[in-house]
């Protein structure tokens, strides 16, 4: 069965390969279950518009576009393959709250087809708080001395205040005009779905749980009810049909804790085999290629993603080297978090290649000028199987095969994306491994084989509970936003190193010897008249405990 569907009623002037159906009319065809077709109107999964861009505006040969087609077909179906989001349904009845004046009420009961909804109005002055999610909203109003909550599937909402944009479900009819908002909320009551684009996972979530608040960005740069943070149990909670998947909370996670169901870390690198020798043209789908007529250089090969927003350091990093080329993004705005991940890579680029690897434009002009500019870069190419790696552990290792054994300087980072290293006054440090405890991306381990403590600074986020978990003064510090583009970066370093005391009884190793003298050292004195009590403090918890039975019965 083919799962690949090309249609245009004027036909196509060169052959394509036969994996792919080739039709000018809609009506005689196969009722396939395709996976992929260049157009609406093929009962496909996906619709890929780079397609007929690619075939109008490539400069390609003859050959390579034939090739090429078929290849953005198999990227589609990988896509397609490698997705993660879930299609969930939503009931939503007909019951609408409508907050206006009675003029506006008016003119919505002139527009609506009568007792089509069963309609709620209230003024906003007694509106006094809104909660839930469409189809299932709670309002409390005033309603002389007492409260009232209204149940209501949707709410019209004229000028609506700023706490009804976070939700999906509330419409300003004098932002989007009366009658696409009650078009839209005809729509919802007959079909409402939405797709679940996050993946989390709490073991590495840097705000999850901690004594205090040393993360939470995804819910800062949240522009609805998506994410939000429970500050008194510090978890987050997801609404996840709020999503306007705009893909800026997965940019800005420093674990990798939240990953992009669409097209998550195994979807790019798959994808991104495809690009071998080409140079990537990264686009979002709402840049409408469609209408797009711009001349493509030779081996310029579209690469179209829901968002790109939720793109990182990581996954640039994977598109650049498995192409072995700049790359050009063409958006009409990049987060600063995108913004930020660009500039660090771009940097590293630099310093070893003497150019960027990553090229943007935000206007049609901008991009004519970048794929003129775009070109391969000499020796990039890196491929390896990074599968079950985390989002910075990818971001290392790929780092570390660019950088080799070379020394090329460092780079800083920025106001967003963090790395950093972890400095340790060793003198001060006792090993109570409280930072180990802290650090949750594995950045800070403990060796038992030498009694060490380790950091690889390529995976460190630079979160700072290490610095606020430990005990001892002036003993942690961590030096923010550098990465040090050289071998010993990628490789575990010894910050602190002692030997274990043994107890002064049996002679088991209980702690570490720094330990046991600080301890010593804080009680000796208090102990000072009662010698047993002071060599307890050298002895393991069982002989501590025995020391103390056995003084207490020579004293009774």
Not at 78 to 88: G, V, W
Not at 206 to 232: F, L, M, S, W
Not at 277 to 295: Q, R
Request: charged fraction near 25%.
């Amino acid at each position: 069965m083919q799962e690949f569907i090309y249609y245009n009623k004027d036909g196509i002037d060169f052959p394509l390969p036969e994996t792919i159906l080739v039709t000018q009319s809609l009506t005689d065809i196969p009722q396939n279950e395709y996976i992929v077709s260049n157009t609406k109107g093929t009962q496909a999964e996906l619709v890929a518009d780079e397609i007929d861009f690619y075939i109008k505006n490539s400069q390609d040969s003859l050959a390579s576009k034939i090739k090429n087609v078929e290849k953005l077909y198999e990227i589609n179906a990988t896509k397609f393959d490698f997705a993660r989001d879930m299609l969930f349904k939503e009931e939503v009845n007909n019951t609408v709250l409508l907050i206006c004046d009675n003029e506006q009420k008016s003119e919505v009961l002139r527009s609506m087809v009568p007792d089509e909804f069963d309609l709620f109005h209230v003024t906003e002055d007694i509106v006094k708080d809104l909660k839930g999610q469409i189809g299932n909203f709670t309002a409390t109003v005033a309603d002389g001395e007492k409260d009232v909550d209204l149940s209501i599937s949707q709410v019209i909402w004229y000028n609506q205040k700023d706490i009804a944009c976070k939700y999906t479900g509330i419409f300003d009819p004098v932002e989007e005009g009366l009658d696409d908002v009650l078009a839209q909320i005809r729509t919802n009551i007959s079909n409402f779905e939405y797709r679940k684009v996050i993946a989390y996972d709490s073991s590495i979530c840097q705000y999850h749980e901690r004594r205090e608040e040393v993360c939470g960005r995804c819910e800062g740069v949240c522009p609805t009810n998506a994410i939000t943070k429970i500050d008194e149990v510090k978890h987050l909670e997801f609404s996840h049909v709020d999503c306007t998947n705009c893909g800026e909370c997965f940019s800005v996670c420093p674990s990798g804790s939240l990953e992009y169901t669409p097209q998550g870390k195994e979807s790019i690198y798959n994808v991104s085999t495809f690009y071998k020798d080409t140079h990537p043209l990264i686009v979002p789908s709402k840049m409408n290629l469609k209408s797009l007529e711009i001349e493509v250089k030779e081996n310029v090969l579209p690469f179209v993603l829901d968002t790109a927003l939720f793109l990182d350091e990581s996954s640039l990093l994977t598109i650049t080297q498995m192409s072995g080329s700049q790359i050009v993004i063409y958006n009409d705005y990049f987060s600063d978090s995108i913004k930020n991940s660009i500039q660090i890579i771009n940097d590293v680029y630099q310093a070893k290649y003497k150019k960027d690897a990553i090229l943007t434009a935000t206007s049609e002009d901008e991009l004519k000028e970048k794929l003129e500019e775009v070109s391969f870069v000499e020796n990039s190419y890196v491929n390896y199987n990074q599968q079950g790696q985390r989002k910075r552990e990818v971001f290392a290792s790929r780092l570390e095969k660019l950088v080799g054994d070379q020394d090329y300087g460092t780079v800083k980072t920025g106001e967003v994306v963090h790395y950093g290293k972890v400095k340790i006054n060793e003198a001060n440090c006792t090993l109570c491994l409280s930072c180990v405890g802290a650090c949750n991306v594995n950045a800070l381990v403990a060796n038992a084989e030498d009694n060490t403590l380790r950091l690889n600074a390529s995976i460190c986020t630079a979160c700072g509970y290490c610095e606020s978990s430990c005990p001892e003064a002036d003993c942690l510090t961590i030096e923010r936003d550098v990465i040090e583009l050289k071998p010993t970066w990628f490789k575990e370093e010894v910050l602190a190193q002692d030997t274990l005391f043994a107890c002064v009884e049996c002679g088991k190793e209980f702690a570490t010897t720094k330990a046991v003298e600080k301890i010593a050292n804080m009680m000796g004195p208090i102990f000072a008249s009662n010698p047993v009590k002071q060599r307890t403090l050298y002895c393991c918890e069982d002989c501590k405990a025995k020391l103390m039975i056995k003084q207490g019965l020579l004293n009774a």
